[in-house]
């Protein structure tokens, strides 16, 4: 057993358990934003309000100077925007060159959208209530980060709920970090599902541009992830000039699993978060001696990976084997962690630990749901709160991108029966024009003359 990766095992004997587990969910808990209250926390912060503000006073040439800062990329006025040209050779280049991933993203999309329309609001008879109705936001940003492997798995999961609410205008933005612009292969999602609007620019200053007017037309919802500059600006902008989906950090996978589950399986769902590099990757077991196979495989599989160094200095940074007493405790401790990803590797007791199971983004119930089929085909979108998040932000749905409408028709007969109700509840709220608008309804004389 590795000495090394030995340090992320805590049992439930030792002294310094508790502790332990707390230092992981408060590090876990930073990790989404800069959230902290430390100076260095202020300061970055602070660096992310400027960039928003220069946005906002200084336009386009505020966001050129950030792009060149932070991407080594300078763009003209004419160059932000991709033009439809250059997302239709990017679709036909992919097409050519690509041609099986094409139709593995089309088949992606096609389940995706069956998922999303499925559990849509707006399509169930049951929901139609002539006392509320449902209108789909009109405008809507999508953040795909930039790197030197494309995403479009981050398009189709964001895109696809939105065109199944009805959103009409989606706008995508992405840093210029593949070759000095955005990934082909993005570019050609883009065009696949018709999404015309794309631009070249990533960080808080995409969040800038998307939250102000001063470079294109603001949007009322912003989604999709990013790292701690993009959340925070999210978080900044969040209700004051636009709604967002969460604050998503790095991503997350907290397995359940007892002596029933097979060691090298949990170890390869524990790498495929950490190789994210940075991403959580936390067991929580009543086994241990399942607790310490796991590691052993995990030390054996990372020496495999292409990036075996950064991903077993994130297991030392981001992870955690905790053995438990019993599964009560490991439930009790998952519902506290409200992971992004809850694995549950529990054999036939599996779906009996899920419906325990209150704070997670997505459950993946047994042996054969790794996360990856979430994060590619299942159908619900693997845009999900993360760094605790999940007690109180969902997965994203189509239903993010729908606001309701109250609405609210009384006739004369039916205003009479509760008039006097309504006017003593006014006047006791000592809100007398209330009651008298309802009082004058009342009375018989009228003032039309």
């Known amino acids: ?22 230092e992981l969910h408060w590090k876990l808990l930073r990790a989404a934003r800069f959230g902290g209250f430390e100076k260095e926390s202020e300061e970055e912060r602070k660096k992310v309000r400027d960039i928003l503000r220069d946005v906002a006073n200084n336009g386009y040439e505020a966001v050129r100077k950030y792009t060149r800062k932070f991407d080594k990329v300078d763009l003209t006025w004419d160059e932000f925007r991709v033009s439809r040209e250059q997302l239709k050779n990017a679709h036909k280049e992919t097409e050519q060159r690509h041609k099986q991933l094409l139709a593995s993203i089309r088949k992606m999309v ?17 929901n139609r209530h002539p006392g509320i109705k449902y209108t789909p936001i009109k405008r809507v940003g999508i953040c795909v980060p930039g790197a030197s492997a494309p995403l479009p798995s981050t398009v189709v999961m964001t895109a696809v709920p939105a065109q199944v609410a009805g959103v009409k205008e989606i706008v995508v933005v992405s840093p210029p970090r593949y070759n000095k612009d955005i ?3 993005t570019l050609a999602v883009c065009c696949e599902l018709g999404l015309n ?20 037309a603001k949007v009322d ?21 636009a709604a967002i989906d969460s604050v998503a950090g790095p991503s997350e996978v907290l397995i359940i699993a007892n002596d029933k589950a097979n060691p090298c399986w949990v170890a390869a769902d524990m790498l495929s978060q950490a190789e994210h590099a940075p991403g959580s990757a936390v067991l929580f077991t009543d086994s241990e001696e399942l607790a310490k196979k796991v590691i052993g495989e995990l030390e054996k599989q990372s020496e495999q990976l292409d990036r075996a160094e950064r991903t077993k200095e994130c297991l030392m ?33 599996s779906k009996e630990i899920a419906d325990r199971i209150e704070n997670a983004g997505a459950i993946f119930i047994g042996d054969y749901s790794p996360v990856a089929v979430g994060d590619y085909w299942a159908g619900p979108s693997h845009t999900l709160p993360t760094g ?7 997965a994203l749905s189509a239903n993010d991108f729908v606001k309701s409408i109250s609405i609210v028709e009384y006739d004369k007969k039916k205003l009479a029966e509760c008039a006097e109700d309504i006017i003593r509840l006014a006047e006791t ?17 009228t003032c039309r003359d």
């Open 1 to 22: 057993m590795s000495d090394e990766l030995d340090k992320i095992l805590i049992l439930s004997s030792q002294e310094d358990f508790e502790e332990r587990l707390k």
């Open 110 to 126: 096609r389940n995706v959208r069956a998922y999303q329309t499925e559990v849509f609001v707006g399509n169930k008879e049951e």
């Open 183 to 185: 990934h082909p292969v």
């Open 197 to 216: 609007e794309v631009y070249r620019v990533g960080g808080a200053q995409a969040v800038a541009v998307l939250a102000s007017e001063r470079t294109v």
């Open 221 to 241: 919802k912003i989604v999709g992830p990013g790292n701690a500059w993009v959340q925070t600006a999210k978080n900044m902008v969040s209700g004051a000039y």
């Open 317 to 349: 940074e981001f992870g955690k084997i905790a053995q438990f007493e019993n599964m009560d405790d490991v439930i009790a401790a998952a519902n506290e962690f409200a992971a992004e990803h809850v694995e549950i590797q529990c054999g036939e007791e």
């Open 388 to 394: 605790q998040t999940a007690k109180f932000f969902s």
């Open 429 to 445: 709220e000592g809100l007398d024009a209330h009651a008298k608008s309802v009082r004058i309804r009342q009375e018989d004389s």
